[in-house]
Every structure is written in C-alpha cells, then in structure tokens.
C-alpha cells in the first residue's frame, strides 16, 4: 500500500531564504506527483506537476524535482517571501486506479 | 470564474442530528470527489462519483453517503453524524478521473458534539 510522508510537519525560517520541502513514497510505481499550497480558508492550488518519466519542473520561484527511484521528491522555494507561507502538501497518483495519495503536509512560515 | 461552492463554511452539530454539505461546480465536470483532512494526515477520499448518477466509496465511505442526480451537485451526507465525523471536509471536481486538473472548494469545517 502506497505511504506518502512529508518532513518536517513544520518549518520556519526568515524572509529571504532558499528552502527545500520533501515528500517520500514507498511504492515507486507512480504515475504522477503533484505539489499543492493548501490557505486556510481557500482550499487547494495545484503548484507543479511531474510526470512520472519527468525529473523537474519549474514554475518561477518554484522548482519540484522527482526522483522515483528513491521513492522522492523536493519542493525547492527560492527567494521565500511572508506571502509563501501555507501549507504544502505532495500527492501521488498510481498508476492502477489514478486516485491521489496524499502526504499530511508541511506547515511553512516565513518571517519578514 | 471556474469554481467549486462548498456550503456551509463552517458547522457544529449534534450527534445524530443528519446534515448535508452542499457541493456545486461551474465547469462541466464530470468527475467529483469528497475528501476529509485530518491532523496529521493526508486528504482521504470519502466518495467519488465520475459521472451522473455514478458514485463509488473511497478509502473512508462509512457514516457518509452521497448522490449525483445532476452533473453540477455532489452533496455529502451524514445520517447520523459522530464525533469521530469531526473534519475539515474539501470537495473536488476534475474533467475526468484522472485529470491533472483538479479545482478544490474552499473546505468545510465540521465540529459534531
């Protein structure tokens, strides 16, 4: 059975720095992994997309690398700015039934 | 806009007092889900349906019900609502069941005493 597990639950770190966030499988066999920003009060926003023969995307500041091998994945936020706080949450589709497996997210601020 | 309506926002209720959280999407869809998020969990999927009058349980259907008479409304049912029903509840819809593309509404926050 497919386990997604996000470390740490919780990061803080002042305004201005690089961060890397991570997400582990145990089943390697995924179709996909999708990171989300999760806003109290506003549900969730689909970041990045990787597919499973993919290494990388980008989209500005953000960078999410997929190493399926290994079972990981890592959200890179450059420049992080009070705005970037949320929570983040990965999630992998399979390949068997395409339904999202949801890692319990890292809770990330920034302070100015 | 694009959107998913989740209503109410916010609910406390009894125990056994039966409720209905409201779930309308505005782009056609034909796949919907219900999902509950707890602390220190991941989203877990309650119900899907991928089109009308097609429903299907999740990982975590029991003491919920749903129905999906019109493409549009996927309302989630608790009969008999418990305090381990207490959750924050996100209702989802995508083009199709595997679509990367995935609108979320704004999450339901639901405290049963």
């Known amino acids: ?17 690089n961060l890397v966030l991570n997400c582990s499988f145990t089943d390697s066999a995924i179709y996909n992994l999708q990171w989300f920003r999760q806003d109290p009060g506003k549900g969730l926003t689909s ?53 999202l497996i949801w890692g319990a997210g890292t809770k990330l601020i920034i302070k100015p | 806009e694009a959107q998913v309506t989740q209503n109410p926002r916010y609910l406390i209720t009894v125990t056994g007092k ?45 003491g919920y019900k749903v129905s999906r008479k019109e493409k549009r409304n996927f309302p989630l049912i608790l009969e008999s609502p418990s305090p381990n029903q207490t959750s924050l509840y996100f209702c989802a819809s995508s083009p199709y069941r ?15 005493v």
């Open chain 1, 1 to 17: 059975k497919q386990e997604v597990t996000q470390i740490p639950a919780a990061l803080s770190v002042p305004e201005g720095e």
């Open chain 1, 47 to 99: 970041l990045l997309l990787i597919q499973s023969s993919q290494r990388e995307q980008t989209s500005g500041r953000l960078n999410a690398s997929l190493d399926k091998s290994s079972g990981r994945s890592t959200l890179y936020i450059a420049a992080s700015q009070p705005g970037d706080s949320a929570t983040y949450l990965c999630a992998v589709r399979m390949d068997s039934n395409y339904q």
């Open chain 2, 18 to 62: 039966k409720l209905t959280v409201t779930c309308s999407q505005n782009m056609n869809h034909e796949y919907m889900s219900w999902y509950r998020q707890d602390p220190g969990l991941g989203l877990r999927q309650i119900y899907y349906s991928m089109n009308v009058e097609v429903t299907d349980k999740g990982d975590v259907p029991e």
């Open chain 2, 98 to 112: 595997g679509s990367t593309e995935a609108f979320f509404g704004q999450g339901t926050r639901l405290t049963v």
